[in-house]
């Protein structure tokens, strides 16, 4: 069974500042992927990046980088020069190679501040 | 556009009524998915079915169903609607289903509403 926990129902960032979101993670499965979506007010799903657990290098795509740290089960997002574009449901999500099942977290709304 | 088309964008039916929603996985993508989201709920997987079968299945309710046809579309049929079933429905696609994952391309959702 797979689990998502994001403690952070509500953020909020000025414009140009870095905000990170946090999310951790349980799974038993041993090869698994994670990634973070945004959701926009559009309600479409936007993948914004993915991590392989293999790896330890946490990815990077443009802007937005995470912080994964296997041992602890966590998988934070940081945004830097946060943009008015920025503004959405972020969901954290897990998908095991055993479960074929992408699991979500309840997500986290991030408000920014011109 | 994603490439993943969901009909119709918005529905509007009574309680015990049946409605079906429709998806058009992204051209190449063998498997498509179901999501529920609710507002209090976050996005909680329904079904997976890859190339016409059923791969993997969720906290889908027994009044629901799915089918993925040759074309590889695939219909989520909702019967015996509740006022608790109205919610956005999505669907996703992938082009992998076995042993490692890319993601999931979303639909912009069908928006359910039971009155």
């Known amino acids: 069974a797979q689990t998502v926990t994001q403690s952070q129902p509500e953020m909020s960032v000025q414009e140009a500042e870095t905000v990170t979101l946090s999310c951790t993670y349980d799974?038993?499965?041993?090869?698994?992927?994670l990634f973070w979506y945004k959701q926009p007010p559009s309600r479409q799903m936007i993948l914004v990046i993915r991590q392989e657990a293999y790896k330890q290098q946490n990815a990077t795509e443009n802007r937005f980088s995470v912080n994964f740290q296997k041992a602890a089960k966590s998988f934070s997002l940081k945004i830097s020069d946060s943009q008015l574009g920025d503004a959405a449901m972020y969901f954290c999500?897990?998908?095991?190679?055993?479960?074929?099942?992408?699991?979500f977290g309840k997500g986290t709304k991030l408000s920014v501040i011109p | 556009d994603s490439g993943v088309t969901q009909t119709p964008k918005h529905l509007i039916t009574a309680t015990g009524q049946r409605v079906t929603l429709r998806c058009s996985p992204r051209?190449?993508?063998?498997?498509v998915y179901w999501y529920q989201q609710s507002l209090d709920q976050g996005l909680q997987f329904l079904i997976q079915?890859?190339?016409?079968?059923?791969?993997a299945k969720g906290n889908i309710l027994e009044r629901f169903s799915a089918q993925q046809f040759p074309d590889l579309h695939s219909e989520l049929n909702l019967s015996s609607l509740e006022l608790g079933d109205s919610a956005l429905y999505f669907c996703?696609?992938?082009?992998?289903?076995?042993?490692?994952?890319?993601?999931?391309?979303f639909g912009s959702g069908t928006r359910l509403t039971v009155v």
């Open positions: 079915y890859y190339n016409g079968e059923e791969r």
């Open positions: 996703a696609s992938s082009s992998w289903t076995g042993e490692r994952s890319y993601g999931y391309t």
């Open positions: 999500a897990n998908w095991g190679a055993g479960s074929y099942q992408l699991t």
């Open positions: 799974t038993s499965e041993s090869d698994y992927y």
């Open positions: 051209s190449g993508d063998l498997s």
